[in-house]
């Protein structure tokens, strides 16, 4: 299934969206493709449902059949009973639009497709799944697929797929649904959590969503009282508005959303005349939207599975800064690096913590973080209790990470029991971790399963542990201070490019800083401008045709004085004549030359899908070189927008690197709010790219040399 699939013929969720409480607790079921053959894919939904004893009606369709192992079963879904909760269509894709069409006929609930070959098959495919979609919303019927593997109510030991489901015990703690639009990797990622030992409440695949999709799923998620925890793993949100509507209510619910989205390295459109058009590309775009919504974004099917660990066993989030047993010298040092390079805080205990640390380690055992505990709980196994009660009563450690060698079963007999015992007499609040420093060794499996008991997650590396409590933490801080700046709107011209003249006249209003200049048709009108701002000017040839001006040659600086200006207005107009005889200018923007400064891009793209974003980073000729960049939504407060310039590779250039002088971030924030103001305000803006946007010594401001907007 493609991403374009899922754009052209997915359901449109303008007319409502669809109900699926009854596709997922169904009271009866039909297999339509029913087969006594193992292996079928009837059969295999047949089994998994006596497997896991459904207790609904269950009706089995097959033409050639009157009954299967001792089930009666009709010839056709025109025989079924009026009003079947779910049909699952386990027949041939040539075949599933006729059986849709008679569904619908008999006031079907839900139907479950499996079979490929839709939108992702051509247009013949594309033509059917969207008539699909169209008999789905006419008959109120819901359509999961196609393309999907189904999904399974573990709440209600319903698996209505032909994947082998086990089954799963209730549990009393934090339920995970998992929606999937891609079918293996929901099975895949079910597997893990049930190895883990995790409580499920349902798997989703949702295929080609041809009529219901996985913003449908996430809505009947927070209002099912099971499920306190949704795994997600999409390819394309088809309706991003709703979705970012949804994840702000989990997280106002304390129902955390851990996203996996494939596509960070993929161009999935082409990029656009700007340079904030090309760096804040559709994975950027999507990172930053979720993200400001509360969702919990991971790269990795093995991360997914950390993290929703994480959620359903710590007894609140890790935020913050972690503190760290280990018992290697060498190990804590790498734990440093690593560490740092994620951005987990690992500080100093406090001053009571250390003093109380002190009283329970050895003299030989220096009190840090990470602490290294060296051999010593071989011989004192207490040594784990009196360490971590000591560090649970520091409040600047949001979670305590055991990084401990197991090595073999002997071993484990030493180390686990008083971890746990620890546990059982503390009961602590903060989330407390445990990483096996050596993935394979032998450990006894009673010991993990008591910890999890216990609410400790088990990872069987630190790295992962740590990555793990990273992404989870940082998603559940404190939300970034907003802007009381008001949206402004702003009077655009027609839809296309707007060039420089014209852009800087709408957004200086708005309190965007330009150098002072103006605008001229004539070498003498040039001359006037140069006169009231000040030798020496630079020219800037002006044409919605002509984005990159000085691939042209349409950019004169450091013009001295008017011969110098009659000089350089007619060699402009000969460079651009060249570089394209069939261009007529506008008109030649004359402006004061700057102060030199560092130079920076700021940016404004109107997502189609997501809306509106701002793109921060370093400027001129590095904007593409090395893209250090920030892409944030348009509604941060100047001191939010502060705080995301200085997490820039290059900050320290803002900041007084090697002794330069400290430049106006201040001013730089100002300028980037005030921005968001306008693209807020202004639904007609595609793109704005200021670049480079010069930022001048505290205090003395910065200014936008150049600027160009996209309308439409």
Not at 130 to 142: C, D, H, L, P
Not at 147 to 159: V, Y
Not at 193 to 220: P, R
Not at 626 to 636: A, E, G
Request: glycine fraction near 10%; charge should be negative.
């Amino acid at each position: 299934m493609t991403t374009d699939s899922l754009t052209a013929a997915g359901a449109d969720n303008t007319a409502g969206a669809p109900d699926v409480a009854r596709l997922l607790r169904p009271r009866s079921v039909a297999i339509v493709g029913a087969s006594p053959t193992p292996g079928a894919l009837g059969n295999s939904v047949m089994r998994n449902l006596d497997r896991l004893g459904f207790v609904g009606d269950l009706h089995l369709v097959n033409p050639r059949r009157s009954e299967i192992d001792g089930r009666p079963c009709v010839a056709s879904i025109d025989d079924l009973p009026e009003g079947v909760d779910v049909a699952v269509l386990a027949i041939p894709g040539p075949a599933v639009l006729d059986s849709v069409r008679a569904l619908a006929r008999r006031g079907a609930g839900a139907a479950i497709i499996f079979s490929a070959g839709f939108a992702e098959g051509g247009d013949e495919g594309l033509a059917a799944q969207a008539e699909i979609g169209e008999i789905a919303r006419r008959s109120g019927m819901v359509i999961e697929g196609p393309n999907c593997l189904g999904m399974a109510n573990f709440l209600d030991r319903i698996p209505l797929t032909f994947v082998e489901i086990p089954p799963v015990p209730r549990r009393a703690g934090r339920n995970i649904a998992l929606v999937s639009q891609s079918g293996a990797m929901a099975i895949v990622e079910t597997t893990t959590l049930i190895a883990k030992g995790l409580g499920l409440s349902y798997f989703i695949s949702t295929g080609n969503e041809a009529a219901s999709g996985v913003e449908d799923y996430v809505e009947q998620m927070l209002d099912d009282a099971d499920t306190q925890i949704i795994g997600m793993i999409v390819e394309q949100f088809r309706d991003p508005a709703r979705f970012l509507s949804l994840a702000r209510r989990a997280a106002e619910m304390g129902k955390p959303i851990v996203l996996l989205h494939p596509g960070k390295s993929a161009a999935a459109r082409e990029s656009a005349a700007t340079h904030t058009g090309a760096m804040a590309g559709d994975y950027s775009v999507m990172r930053t939207k979720v993200r400001d919504a509360g969702v919990v974004l991971v790269d990795s099917l093995e991360e997914l599975g950390d993290v929703l660990d994480l959620a359903a066993r710590a007894p609140r989030p890790p935020v913050g800064a972690a503190a760290v047993l280990t018992e290697s010298g060498a190990f804590k040092a790498l734990t440093l690096d690593l560490c740092e390079q994620i951005g987990l805080d690992l500080p100093h205990p406090s001053d009571r913590a250390s003093a109380l640390l002190r009283e329970g380690l050895p003299d030989f055992i220096p009190v840090s973080n990470p602490m290294d505990l060296t051999a010593q709980a071989l011989v004192d196994p207490d040594l784990y209790r009196r360490t971590l009660q000591a560090l649970l009563a520091d409040p600047q450690y949001g979670s305590v990470v055991f990084a401990v060698i197991q090595t073999d079963a002997p071993t484990s007999d030493r180390k686990f029991p008083a971890v746990i015992a620890a546990m059982e007499e503390l009961t602590p609040e903060t989330p407390v971790i445990f990483a096996g420093m050596d993935d394979g060794a032998e450990v006894p499996a009673h010991y993990i399963e008591r910890l999890r008991e216990l609410g400790v997650s088990y990872f069987p590396s630190p790295d992962r542990a740590f990555r793990a409590i990273r992404r989870y933490g940082e998603a559940m801080e404190r939300a970034a201070a907003r802007s009381a700046l008001e949206p402004v709107a702003i009077d655009l011209p027609l839809a296309g490019t707007i060039p420089e003249y014209r852009a800087k006249q709408l957004l200086a209003p708005v309190g965007i800083p330009f150098p002072p200049g103006g605008f001229a048709r004539s070498a003498d009108e040039a001359k006037a401008v140069a006169a009231r701002v000040g030798y020496p000017v630079a020219l800037k040839a002006q044409s919605a045709r002509l984005s990159h001006k000085s691939d042209a040659g349409g950019v004169i600086l450091n013009v001295a004085d008017d011969v110098a200006m009659d000089q350089a207005w007619n060699r402009l107009h000969a460079n651009v004549a060249a570089y394209d005889a069939s261009l007529t200018l506008d008109g030649v923007l004359v402006e004061a030359m700057g102060k030199r400064g560092v130079e920076m891009i700021v940016g404004a793209k109107n997502d189609p899908d997501w809306g509106p974003v701002i793109l921060v980073g370093f400027g001129g000729v590095q904007a593409e070189l090395h893209q250090d960049v920030r892409v944030i939504v348009p509604d941060l407060s100047a001191k939010a927008i502060e705080a995301e310039l200085l997490a820039l590779k290059g900050a320290a250039l803002l900041t007084g690197f090697r002794g330069s002088t400290r430049l106006d971030v201040a001013a730089l924030a100002a300028l980037v709010e005030r921005l968001g103001a306008a693209v807020r305000g202004t639904p007609g803006i595609r793109e704005i790219d200021l670049n480079p946007v010069v930022v001048l010594p505290e205090g003395e401001g910065c200014s936008a040399l150049d600027a160009l907007m996209q309308a439409g």
